[in-house]
């Protein structure tokens, strides 16, 4: 499984909009998503900053899938307005990805599944 992460950059003036629509994602375009084996996939903003996160299979081959499909075609055409160049990308490079250098998958067991609380430990 890869852990992907890439940046993107929001103009200035459509941060409002760029949050208002993810608050109404097109349950269609979740659904091929998870079809294509997208999962965990979150997006956080800093101002105009994006950092996006997602675990797939192969990510080229997602990034096939999802350009060849009208849902996401549609989606992206909505959302490509709203886009300005990120600043340090590189001529050959569509998304910014970001190279781990660090990762800590932690240790299941010390966390309640309910509310991902650490469990309280007891005296030994």
Do not use: C
């Amino acid at each position: 499984m890869q852990r992907i992460a890439f940046q993107l950059r929001i103009k200035a003036d459509k941060i409002g909009e760029y949050d208002e629509a993810h608050l109404h994602v097109w349950p269609e375009l979740v659904q091929k998503l998870e079809r294509f084996g997208v999962t965990d996939y979150s997006i956080f903003r800093r101002g105009q900053q994006l950092f996006l996160y997602m675990r797939v299979q192969d990510f080229d081959q997602v990034t096939e899938d999802l350009a060849a499909s009208d849902i996401n075609q549609r989606w992206q055409q909505k959302m490509a307005p709203l886009f300005e160049p990120v600043p340090d990308l590189q001529p050959h490079e569509i998304y910014a990805t970001m190279h781990e250098v660090f990762f800590m998958p932690g240790d299941p067991s010390l966390h309640d599944e309910r509310s991902l609380k650490p469990k309280e430990k007891t005296p030994e």
